[in-house]
T-cell receptor, first 114, second 114 residues
Framework: NAGVTQTPKFQVLKTGQSMTLQCAQD?????MYWYRQDPGMGLRLIYY???????DKGEVPNGYNVSRLNKREFSLRLESAAPSQTSVYFC?????????????FGPGTRLLVL | RKEVEQDPGPFNVPEGATVAFNCTYS??????FFWYRQDCRKEPKLLMS???SGNEDGRFTAQLNRASQYISLLIRDSKLSDSATYLC???????????????FGQGTELSVKP
């Protein structure tokens, strides 16, 4: 099992450009999540998908959109990138609807918006 | 007040030292608790869950005090390889979505020196 994979690993964008961050998991997990991590801020939830076909906003959804393409894949799109979106983005998945089950993270995408 | 608060550190300790990390959470409805470890520029990984009765995994001991809304992690006989950032994580249960919502502390940085 590859676990949770993310592409790309690094990206540099200019303000106003768009891009899609890809995430896939091969663990047959139901729930998937997108976080951003900034210095001094900890991990903050952008969007999540509790199951295939559903998506919901997290703590910081503005400027982002998501698509749960199928059970395996959950993408994050920046329509018009801004310097404030410079961050490290982590995708995570969770095995089932259980409070005790924790999340498994991908390796992250480092995004710089100039 | 932040939902999950940790001392950001850094904690600089010699090899073999015992070090303790503390964490407080604000939502009394929180249902499960975890410690994650994050190495520099890598994804967070689950270190251990925290149970009401306290639990131990080798050199690591986690404690939970629900009355005080306080979680701790004790590392005994610290190794160079323990150098990382330790994240306190709280699951709010089913309040926000199916399967709960994880809230991450900012993390406490540990540096173990020879």
């Amino acid at each position: 099992n590859a676990g949770v994979t993310q592409t790309p690993k690094f990206q540099v964008l200019k303000t106003g450009q768009s891009m899609t961050l890809q995430c896939a998991q091969d663990m047959n997990h139901n729930s998937m999540y997108w976080y951003r991590q900034d210095p001094g801020m900890g991990l903050r939830l952008i969007y999540y998908s509790a199951s295939e076909g559903t998506t919901d906003k997290g703590e910081v959804p503005n400027g982002y959109n998501v698509s749960r393409l199928n059970k395996r894949e959950f993408s994050l799109r920046l329509e018009s990138a801004a310097p404030s979106q410079t961050s490290v983005y982590f995708c995570a998945s969770r095995p089932k609807d259980s409070i005790q089950e924790t999340q498994y993270f991908g390796p992250g995408t480092r995004l710089l918006v100039l | 007040r932040k939902e999950v608060e940790q001392d950001p550190g850094p904690f600089n300790v010699p090899e073999g030292a015992t070090v303790a990390f503390n964490c407080t959470y604000s939502n009394s409805a929180s249902q499960s608790f975890f410690w994650y470890r994050q190495d520099c520029r890598k994804e967070p990984k689950l270190l251990m869950s925290v149970y009401s009765s306290g639990n131990e995994d080798g050199r690591f001991t986690a404690q939970l005090n629900r009355a005080s809304q306080y979680i701790s992690l004790l590392i005994r006989d610290s190794k160079l390889s323990d150098s990382a950032t330790y994240l306190c994580v709280v699951n709010l249960g089913r309040i926000y979505n199916q399967g709960g919502k994880l809230i991450f502390g900012q993390g406490t940085e540990l540096s173990v020196k020879p």
